[in-house]
């Protein structure tokens, strides 16, 4: 089981609290996807925004989160403001 501080774009803060809503190693990162991770974490945390979205989604792909396609950034804009 891989820890999710070994992953890129997150770091310990991050690590906590995807722990806390459930998602303890890489795999369960990965198996949830950035979206339902998000979601958990917005229900415990109301200043989860869409910077922390990216770097889920980043280091699901294994890429810094500046880097995603711009394909990618506009999904997950779109769905940020969906949940609005």
């Not at 922390?52 to 792909?61: R, Y």
């Given at each position: 089981?891989?820890?999710?501080?070994?992953?890129?774009?997150?770091?310990?803060?991050?690590?906590?609290?995807?722990?806390?809503?459930?998602?303890?190693?890489?795999?369960?990162?990965?198996?949830?996807?950035?979206?339902e991770?998000?979601?958990?974490?917005?229900?415990?945390?109301?200043?989860?925004?869409?910077?922390?979205?990216?770097?889920?989604?980043?280091?699901?792909?294994?890429?810094?989160?500046?880097?995603?396609?711009?394909?990618?950034?506009k999904?997950?804009?779109?769905?940020?403001?969906?949940?609005?």
């Amino acid at each position: 089981m891989t820890k999710l501080s070994k992953m890129l774009n997150i770091g310990s803060v991050l690590e906590n609290k995807l722990i806390d809503v459930g998602i303890q190693s890489q795999e369960e990162l990965i198996d949830s996807g950035s979206k339902e991770a998000f979601i958990r974490i917005k229900m415990i945390d109301s200043s989860a925004c869409y910077n922390m979205l990216c770097s889920l989604e980043g280091a699901i792909q294994g890429i810094r989160w500046c880097n995603l396609s711009e394909s990618t950034k506009k999904d997950l804009k779109l769905f940020l403001q969906s949940l609005k």
